[in-house]
């Protein structure tokens, strides 16, 4: 992810990966971080990811850093209702018990992250993906509604609603 979107774009890391690395250096995700940085978009899918994990601390520091890197907020918080529509869909087709295939097909993601969300899905009850739904919902109306500089605070006590550890208050 952190190579951005493209196979040219992931070729061309590997390639300066295994350069900088040489033969018979072990690949670890240290070595990788500092080779190839950070990417925005693959900063978002992490940053989705966190979220579907309860991982609130490390989603607000992902969160920080796409901001820090001058990303909309108003795309981060696109990215957000996305996964938790792939989330409730994903949801939706487990009960359905169809093929891997199928699913991946349905839900429209790559094969190899199916899986991400379907576990995701299976660990998240229903419920807290419609409360996350209406959390999400929340924050667009106040992210149009209020001035730039609450844009933080905001996405940032969204991504604690979303992790379960705050309320509505």
């Known amino acids: 992810q952190a190579a ?4 040219r774009e992931l070729a061309a890391e ?3 990966l ?9 690949i670890t995700a240290d070595l990788v971080d500092h080779v190839v940085g950070s990417h925005p978009q693959g900063d978002i899918f992490a940053l989705t990811h966190a979220i579907g994990q309860r991982q609130a601390g490390r989603a607000t520091k992902l969160l920080r850093s796409l901001l820090e890197q001058g990303e909309e907020p ?3 918080l696109w990215m957000i209702q996305r996964h938790f529509q792939l989330l409730l869909k994903a949801q939706g087709l487990l009960q359905q018990r169809l093929a891997k295939e199928e699913m991946a097909a349905s839900l429209g993601v790559a094969p190899f992250l199916q899986d991400r969300y379907l576990d995701q899905a299976r660990n998240c009850p229903n ?17 149009k509604s209020r001035a730039h500089r609450q844009e933080e605070a905001l996405l940032e006590l969204l991504l604690w609603r979303l992790c379960g550890l705050a309320r509505p208050g």
């Open 74 to 76: 108003g795309r981060v």
């Open 4 to 7: 951005g979107p493209g196979l």
């Open 14 to 16: 590997m390639e300066k």
């Open 127 to 143: 419920t807290q993906l419609r409360e996350g739904k209406g959390a999400l919902l929340w924050a667009d109306d106040l992210l």
């Open 18 to 26: 295994a350069l900088f690395a040489g033969e018979g250096v072990r």
